[in-house]
T-cell receptor
Framework: SQKIEQNSEALNIQEGKTATLTCNYT??????LQWYRQDPGRGPVFLLL?????KEKRKERLKVTFDTTLKQSLFHITASQPADSATYLC????????????FGQGTTLQVKP | NAGVMQNPRHLVRRRGQEARLRCSPM?????VYWYRQLPEEGLKFMVY????????ESGMPKERFSAEFPKEGPSILRIQQVVRGDSAAYFC??????????????FGSGTQLSVL
């Protein structure tokens, strides 16, 4: 069956360290993958999009990798700050299903000062 | 330059009542999506609409749920005869294009529906 998994346990790291979040999927062939940030009581906010033919994308302190062989995306936040504390969601988009994203359940990141 | 506006933020209904959730997309956006988020679960796609058209309603329950995006006014998600299992956060999102490939979704802050 189709499945998309993110670490369900919260990730606690020290300020200044690199946070690495994982998104694994099975039985999907995504055309692209997106990462969103969600704060309590708020809607998700788009961060990055990476296509199936791209290996890596960067934006400021954020880096996303996409390995279609391993069926995995890694999301990195370098020089993490307490303000980065939030839940991070990965979402798959498949060709032909325009706008219909399949979301993981999210990983909560806590950055301690 | 308002973002996606949803109202109400919180809605309390008794079992059997109707719930109407409203969503105004970002200015210039003509594509609207509704998602539902249950506690401890990921966002689940419900429906994708363009002005006056339902494009994809594959994620919406066949009964009691309906959605519209009229030519004028906000998009409406309507839940008739609500049951406790309908309690969830309902998020609306909009995009400039079709949401594929290079299109990101802009989400509203959601409506938290509580069914007593």
């Amino acid at each position: 069956s189709q499945k998309i998994e993110q670490n369900s346990e919260a990730l606690n790291i020290q300020e200044g360290k690199t946070a690495t979040l994982t998104c694994n999927y099975t039985n999907y062939s995504p055309a692209y993958l997106q990462w969103y940030r969600q704060d309590p009581g708020r809607g998700p906010v788009f961060l990055l999009l990476i296509r199936e033919n791209e290996k890596e994308k960067r934006k400021e302190r954020l880096k996303v990798t996409f390995d279609t062989t391993l069926k995995q995306s890694l999301f990195h936040i370098t020089a993490s700050q307490p303000a980065d504390s939030a839940t991070y969601l990965c979402a798959l988009g498949t060709a032909g299903n325009t706008g219909k994203l399949i979301f993981g359940q999210g990983t909560t990141l806590q950055v301690k000062p | 330059n308002a973002g996606v506006m949803q109202n109400p933020r919180h809605l309390v209904r008794r079992r059997g009542q109707e719930a109407r959730l409203r969503c105004s997309p970002m200015k210039g956006h003509s594509h609207v999506y509704w998602y539902r988020q249950l506690p401890e679960e990921g966002l689940k796609f419900m429906v994708y609409l363009q002005k006056e058209n339902i494009i994809d309603e594959s994620g919406m329950p066949k009964e009691r749920f309906s959605a519209e995006f009229p030519k004028e006014g906000p998009s409406i998600l309507r839940i008739q005869q609500v049951v406790r299992g309908d309690s969830a956060a309902y998020f609306c999102a909009s995009s400039l294009g079709q949401g594929a490939f290079n299109e990101k979704l802009f989400f509203g802050s959601g409506t938290q529906l509580s069914v007593l």
